[in-house]
């Protein structure tokens, strides 16, 4: 929603206001009927009708108020016609892609189209429509062609000539691996061309300054995920509970009536075995032991098997939206259920979806990392040795929604540090890219939402009472959303029910909730313990940042790494600073993110506490250590940012912090995964 910047700004006609306020209370309606089906389907209604009425008060603003350019030229009442016809063909040309996808289904029968997915499909595109208007600027046809103009040949040839020669040298260095060590060649070749190209893309950025630092780390990241994919095309039991995401992700990119052959329903559940097939989808990997290698013969039995299986068709239908479907935190799954229905329009086997709908989520990663550290002013550095550790990247390349949370709030955060540095106050354009940025982000994991209170850091001197009031009252109606979308089916199970069944005998989250409400100040002892003895530790760090799920954990066969990573990305903080560090550095701002990320802590905590840990034990079962990535941008360049300027090492610093960065992700790659891939 947009507000007026001044007194004097547009102002929202009253009728404007009453739809949309009449909207929201349809909403709480929707979810009071709909609160049979569960609190997550009830929050899924509230919050539809909220961004229905953000969406109507951004259709009176961009087309019926005052004329603005855009890319599509000076908006207008006309316009408002284009769009929605734009978005109706939209949404016809998914839902026929959708039905064409469809093993069982064709568009060419009426009875197999579904109004409410079409609808969907319209909401999305004239919301889609909406966001472009504002924040595409108008101008970015001009600056394409200028740019083609300018750079891009001399950009084409620098790197066709570096990943070239890449690509060469990987393929001699990858058959001396191959021939002389026993490993499979096409993962050989796969890591030493990312190797090779990193390399190559950091020469292309610090000596020929053809391209930008977030444009280097967007290429690292997709080389490094995209070699990861490809090394194994299709499995489950890689990355963590990616049987769990498959299944959402899946479910999500019908929306409804999914179709499930054999072999999606291996892909769901661990150890499945179904008819037509010989081994299950993790080839046996239990228990999971970090010394276990992959055979070229078994990854091809199991992906044969896999094609096979999904080409004998389907043999389980999902009738209607599934409930799981109806979630707030779905959100997080959006970019590989894209891959997921692109594989199925194109029809390729499911050895290919499957890695399209990692592919996707690694380039959605990449792109708003991209977006990340091209847009906040300082600690461009920081962020990039942040969006490559190991850790980020792996999951980024598999089926998770974490990616998802960490770069959107590196996003989120680089908004604030802009809108912190500025000398002008924020607009309402900046506003609310803060707060979709959060509410996209936070969906999947709505626990980090204390750090939406890092926009109170904004400073607000420059606005009216108005907008100051406005400003405040959508940062804390956000929070409370957010808030609400993971207490609410708490609150209606009265404390969470059974729990989590897969944090073993004895957990029961009512009973945990009224044993904690009950002793608190031994549940404080707990925590406390917990915190200090184990979970914010050096060791704890390093299993967030090169740990690979199932595949083992690097600081665990060398314990030295988690100190050098630790040392590594704190001198990081330190030495990149400049002006803008310095100027956005506050003690009374490094007290409040304290604050934020402790209280985000805490959170974390309670949430598996009541979840997923046996009732009154004196430890916290489930607390993963790569929760702690979410925070670490926010504590270190709010919290560890110090206030001054380095003025030395301009060019060696900034090469030697991504040497580092890229070795650790390849020394990591390697020896996780790509050596232990054998002929």
Same mark, same amino acid.
């Not at 607009?427 to 890092?454: E, R």
């Given at each position: 929603?947009?507000?007026?910047?001044?007194?004097?700004?547009?102002?929202?006609?009253?009728?404007? #206001?009453?739809?949309?306020?009449?909207?929201?209370?349809? *909403?709480?309606?929707?979810?009071?009927?709909?609160?049979?089906?569960?609190?997550?389907?009830?929050?899924?209604?509230?919050?539809?009708?909220?961004?229905?009425?953000?969406?109507?008060?951004?259709?009176?603003?961009?087309?019926?108020?005052?004329?603005?350019?855009?890319?599509?030229? /000076?908006?207008?009442? *006309?316009?408002?016609?284009?769009?929605?016809?734009?978005?109706?063909?939209?949404?016809?040309?998914?839902?026929?892609?959708?039905?064409?996808?469809?093993?069982?289904?064709?568009?060419?029968?009426?009875?197999?189209?579904?109004?409410?997915?079409?609808?969907?499909?319209?909401?999305?595109?004239?919301?889609?429509?909406?966001?472009?208007?504002?924040?595409?600027?108008?101008?970015?046809?001009?600056?394409?062609?200028?740019?083609?103009?300018?750079?891009?040949?001399?950009?084409?040839?620098?790197?066709? #000539?570096?990943?070239?020669?890449?690509?060469?040298?990987?393929?001699?260095?990858?058959?001396?691996?191959?021939?002389?060590?026993?490993?499979?060649?096409?993962?050989?070749?796969?890591?030493?061309?990312?190797?090779?190209?990193?390399?190559?893309?950091?020469?292309?950025?610090?000596?020929?300054?053809?391209?930008?630092?977030?444009?280097?780390?967007?290429?690292?990241?997709?080389?490094?995920?995209?070699?990861?994919?490809?090394?194994?095309?299709?499995?489950?039991?890689?990355?963590?509970?990616?049987?769990?995401?498959?299944?959402?992700?899946?479910?999500?990119?019908?929306?409804?009536?999914?179709?499930?052959?054999?072999?999606?329903?291996?892909?769901?559940?661990?150890?499945?075995?179904?008819?037509?097939?010989?081994?299950?989808?993790?080839?046996?990997?239990?228990?999971?032991?970090?010394?276990?290698?992959?055979?070229?013969?078994?990854?091809?039995?199991?992906?044969?098997?896999?094609?096979?299986?999904?080409?004998?068709?389907?043999?389980?239908? @999902?009738?209607?939206?599934?409930?799981?479907?109806?979630?707030?935190?779905?959100?997080?799954?959006?970019?590989?259920?894209?891959?997921?229905?692109?594989?199925?329009?194109?029809?390729?086997?499911?050895?290919?979806?499957?890695?399209? *709908?990692?592919?996707?989520?690694?380039?959605?990663?990449?792109?708003?990392?991209?977006?990340?550290?091209?847009?906040?002013?300082?600690?461009?550095?920081?962020?990039?040795?942040?969006?490559?550790?190991?850790?980020?990247?792996?999951?980024?390349?598999?089926?998770?929604?974490?990616?998802?949370?960490?770069?959107?709030?590196?996003?989120? @955060?680089?908004?604030?540090?802009?809108?912190?540095?500025?000398?002008?106050?924020?607009?309402?354009?900046?506003?609310?890219?803060?707060?979709?940025?959060?509410?996209?982000?936070?969906?999947?994991?709505? &626990?980090?939402?204390?750090?939406?209170?890092?926009?109170?850091?904004?400073?607000?001197?420059?606005?009216?009472?108005?907008?100051?009031?406005?400003?405040?009252?959508?940062?804390?109606?956000?929070?409370?959303?957010?808030?609400?979308?993971?207490?609410?089916?708490?609150?209606?199970?009265?404390?969470?029910?059974? *729990?989590?069944?897969?944090?073993?005998?004895?957990?029961?989250?009512?009973?945990?909730?009224?044993?904690?409400?009950?002793?608190?100040?031994?549940?404080?002892?707990?925590?406390?313990?917990?915190?200090?003895?184990?979970?914010?530790?050096?060791?704890?760090?390093?299993?967030?940042?090169?740990?690979?799920?199932?595949?083992?954990?690097?600081?665990?066969?060398?314990?030295?790494?988690?100190?050098?990573?630790?040392?590594?990305?704190?001198?990081?903080?330190?030495?990149?600073?400049?002006?803008?560090?310095?100027?956005?550095?506050?003690?009374?701002?490094?007290?409040?993110?304290?604050?934020?990320?402790?209280?985000?802590?805490?959170?974390?905590?309670?949430?598996?506490?009541?979840?997923?840990?046996? #009732?009154?034990?004196?430890?916290?079962?489930?607390?993963?250590?790569?929760?702690?990535?979410?925070?670490?941008?926010?504590?270190?360049?709010? #919290?560890?940012?110090?206030?001054?300027?380095?003025?030395?090492?301009?060019?060696?610093?900034?090469?030697?912090? /991504? &040497?580092?960065?890229?070795?650790?992700?390849?020394?990591?790659?390697?020896?996780?995964?790509?050596?232990?891939?054998?002929?």
């Amino acid at each position: 929603m947009k507000v007026a910047d001044s007194e004097s700004g547009p102002s929202l006609p009253r009728v404007w #206001v009453l739809i949309a306020l009449f909207t929201i209370l349809l *909403g709480f309606a929707g979810a009071f009927f709909f609160l049979s089906r569960g609190a997550s389907v009830a929050m899924v209604v509230l919050i539809a009708s909220v961004v229905l009425a953000a969406a109507e008060l951004q259709t009176y603003f961009q087309f019926f108020c005052l004329p603005k350019p855009s890319f599509m030229g /000076m908006t207008s009442r *006309g316009s408002f016609w284009i769009a929605l016809s734009a978005s109706f063909f939209a949404a016809f040309l998914l839902e026929a892609g959708t039905l064409i996808g469809a093993p069982n289904s064709t568009p060419l029968e009426l009875g197999d189209w579904r109004a409410k997915r079409f609808f969907v499909f319209f909401m999305l595109s004239y919301l889609l429509i909406l966001f472009a208007l504002e924040y595409v600027p108008a101008d970015i046809s001009d600056r394409f062609k200028l740019y083609c103009h300018n750079r891009l040949r001399r950009t084409l040839f620098a790197f066709l #000539v570096a990943y070239g020669s890449s690509f060469i040298l990987a393929l001699a260095v990858g058959f001396l691996f191959h021939r002389y060590c026993a490993l499979s060649f096409w993962p050989q070749l796969l890591f030493w061309f990312f190797l090779f190209a990193a390399v190559a893309t950091g020469a292309v950025h610090f000596g020929f300054k053809i391209i930008s630092l977030e444009f280097s780390v967007m290429l690292i990241l997709l080389l490094a995920g995209t070699s990861i994919i490809s090394a194994i095309p299709i499995s489950n039991l890689f990355s963590w509970d990616d049987e769990i995401h498959y299944s959402n992700a899946l479910h999500l990119s019908y929306f409804s009536d999914a179709e499930l052959t054999s072999s999606d329903l291996m892909l769901m559940h661990l150890f499945d075995v179904q008819g037509g097939h010989t081994v299950d989808a993790s080839m046996g990997r239990f228990p999971v032991d970090g010394s276990l290698t992959w055979r070229e013969d078994e990854i091809d039995l199991l992906t044969a098997e896999l094609d096979a299986g999904y080409g004998r068709g389907v043999v389980a239908t @999902v009738e209607g939206i599934a409930s799981s479907t109806l979630s707030y935190s779905m959100l997080g799954y959006v970019p590989s259920a894209v891959g997921l229905w692109l594989g199925r329009l194109f029809h390729f086997p499911l050895s290919l979806t499957f890695m399209l *709908g990692r592919f996707a989520n690694l380039l959605c990663y990449a792109t708003v990392c991209f977006f990340a550290i091209r847009i906040i002013p300082c600690k461009k550095l920081l962020m990039g040795v942040l969006a490559l550790m190991p850790t980020s990247v792996f999951m980024a390349a598999n089926f998770a929604y974490d990616p998802w949370v960490i770069s959107f709030g590196f996003l989120s @955060v680089s908004l604030i540090v802009r809108s912190v540095d500025s000398s002008n106050p924020p607009t309402s354009h900046v506003v609310f890219a803060i707060l979709l940025s959060f509410f996209v982000g936070l969906a999947p994991k709505a &626990v980090y939402f204390p750090l939406i209170g890092l926009m109170f850091l904004i400073p607000t001197k420059g606005l009216t009472p108005r907008a100051r009031r406005a400003f405040y009252s959508a940062v804390v109606v956000l929070g409370l959303v957010v808030v609400a979308s993971f207490l609410a089916p708490l609150v209606v199970s009265n404390g969470g029910g059974a *729990g989590d069944i897969r944090g073993g005998e004895g957990v029961n989250s009512s009973a945990q909730v009224r044993y904690v409400l009950g002793n608190p100040v031994a549940y404080a002892s707990t925590m406390l313990k917990f915190l200090s003895t184990s979970y914010l530790t050096p060791a704890s760090f390093g299993a967030a940042t090169v740990q690979w799920a199932y595949l083992s954990d690097l600081s665990v066969a060398f314990p030295w790494l988690a100190n050098v990573v630790l040392i590594f990305v704190f001198c990081v903080a330190l030495l990149d600073s400049d002006a803008c560090s310095r100027k956005i550095f506050s003690v009374a701002g490094a007290v409040w993110a304290l604050f934020l990320v402790a209280i985000s802590l805490v959170g974390i905590c309670t949430a598996l506490y009541f979840s997923f840990t046996p #009732v009154a034990l004196d430890w916290i079962n489930g607390v993963q250590s790569r929760y702690l990535l979410p925070l670490v941008l926010p504590l270190l360049v709010f #919290v560890l940012n110090m206030p001054y300027v380095r003025r030395w090492g301009r060019r060696f610093v900034p090469v030697a912090v /991504m &040497v580092v960065s890229v070795s650790l992700l390849g020394f990591t790659s390697w020896m996780l995964l790509f050596s232990r891939l054998v002929v």
